[in-house]
């Protein structure tokens, strides 16, 4: 079964560091997205990205993120300086269609010292 | 109030039993409700997909909307310890972003 892969699977950084997540979404999916979820939290909406614009983005989703599709197959969402509130699991979802399900992937720990 | 309320448990239960699994939402909205399970240290796994109001069925897995009540439930019968992990009820306007419940810890013990 297809399914969305996330690299790498855990990131340390030192804050103020600019981090690059990758994801690679099912391949005929055209709806993408980042999720994050802060230890013992729940999973919070950053950001949907259709036709190679952005769709959506939460009020976490701030001048330091930034996404972008650089090819027709991979999906990144950047933090450009990172803080150590930025320390969560990060996930891609992608969907088909807009009636369809969304699909997660694995995601990244991302751990800002 | 918050917009998705759900027990955070844990929920222990005996191999073989029933399992009863509620989220409650404020905003009437909301149109398609969603299942997912979450092992530790994994992605959310799609488990049932519903639209509006209704039950909907998959092997050992039921789903039920009541959007009158406000109220989802997700039933499993005849329960695994595989089954054990986190379970989170997710909901969304139309097509746009999903609201998440904090999850529901279940373990199912031999």
């Given at each position: 079964e297809p399914e969305v892969t996330q690299t790498p699977s855990h990131q340390v950084t030192q804050m103020g560091q600019e981090v690059i997540l990758r994801c690679v979404p099912i391949?005929?999916?055209l709806y993408f997205y980042w999720y994050r979820q802060i230890l013992g939290q729940k999973v919070e909406f950053l950001v949907s990205f259709y036709n190679n614009e952005i769709s959506e983005k939460s009020e976490?989703?701030?001048?330091q993120f930034s996404v972008e599709r650089p090819d027709g197959s991979n999906f990144t969402l950047k933090i450009r300086s990172t803080k150590l509130e930025d320390s969560a699991m990060y996930f891609c979802a992608s969907r088909e269609s807009v009636l369809s399900p969304l699909h997660f992937g694995n995601g990244t720990r991302l751990t800002v010292t | 109030q918050k917009e998705v309320e759900q027990d955070p448990g844990p929920l222990s239960v005996p191999e073989g039993a029933i399992v009863s699994l509620n989220c409650t939402y404020s905003?009437?909205?909301?149109q398609y409700f969603m299942w997912y399970r979450q092992y530790s240290r994994k992605g959310p796994e799609l488990l049932m997909y519903t639209y509006s109001s209704g039950n909907k069925e998959d092997g050992r897995f039921t789903a039920q909307v009541d959007k009158s009540s406000k109220y989802i439930s997700l039933f499993i019968r005849?329960?695994?310890?595989?089954?054990s992990a986190t379970y989170l009820c997710a909901m969304s306007r139309n097509t746009d972003k999903l609201i998440f419940g904090t999850g529901t810890r279940l373990q199912v013990f031999p």
């Amino acid at each position: 079964e297809p399914e969305v892969t996330q690299t790498p699977s855990h990131q340390v950084t030192q804050m103020g560091q600019e981090v690059i997540l990758r994801c690679v979404p099912i391949s005929n999916h055209l709806y993408f997205y980042w999720y994050r979820q802060i230890l013992g939290q729940k999973v919070e909406f950053l950001v949907s990205f259709y036709n190679n614009e952005i769709s959506e983005k939460s009020e976490i989703f701030d001048d330091q993120f930034s996404v972008e599709r650089p090819d027709g197959s991979n999906f990144t969402l950047k933090i450009r300086s990172t803080k150590l509130e930025d320390s969560a699991m990060y996930f891609c979802a992608s969907r088909e269609s807009v009636l369809s399900p969304l699909h997660f992937g694995n995601g990244t720990r991302l751990t800002v010292t | 109030q918050k917009e998705v309320e759900q027990d955070p448990g844990p929920l222990s239960v005996p191999e073989g039993a029933i399992v009863s699994l509620n989220c409650t939402y404020s905003n009437s909205a909301f149109q398609y409700f969603m299942w997912y399970r979450q092992y530790s240290r994994k992605g959310p796994e799609l488990l049932m997909y519903t639209y509006s109001s209704g039950n909907k069925e998959d092997g050992r897995f039921t789903a039920q909307v009541d959007k009158s009540s406000k109220y989802i439930s997700l039933f499993i019968r005849d329960s695994q310890p595989s089954d054990s992990a986190t379970y989170l009820c997710a909901m969304s306007r139309n097509t746009d972003k999903l609201i998440f419940g904090t999850g529901t810890r279940l373990q199912v013990f031999p």
